[in-house]
Nanobody, 119 residues
């Protein structure tokens, strides 16, 4: 199982950016696995950003991104994180992860992609 996040970059405050996460391996088409997005800013602990079920129906966001970020899944299982009205404090390395729906442990992790928002 491999997860690969992409789409990071350098943007200005107020801009938008779209991250994607591809999944390969046995869980790619498994509807029992959810996808999550996390981020880790410099000097801070990694924090939860958003999650989405395989069918895209169950979605959760951290309060800091509600109304600005939108998480989704494509038919092939690829996850997307549309980030609008980016703020300086959104600067972080963003990671995607996967877990069984019934589990609280994020089992699989991808390499992060850096998002830098200039003020």
């Amino acid at each position: 199982v491999q997860l690969q996040a992409s789409g990071g970059g350098l943007v200005q405050a107020g801009d938008s950016l779209r991250l994607s996460c591809t999944i390969s391996g046995r869980i790619a088409s498994d509807y029992t696995y959810d996808m999550g997005w996390f981020r880790q800013a410099p000097g801070k602990e990694r924090e939860f950003v958003a999650s989405v079920s395989r069918d895209g129906r169950r979605i959760s966001y951290t309060n800091a991104v509600k109304g600005r970020f939108t998480v989704s899944r494509d038919k092939d299982g690829t996850g997307n994180l549309q980030m609008n009205i980016l703020r300086f404090e959104d600067t972080a390395v963003y990671y995607c992860a996967a877990k069984l729906r019934a589990s609280s442990i994020w089992e699989y992790w991808g390499r992060g992609t850096l998002v830098t928002v200039s003020s």
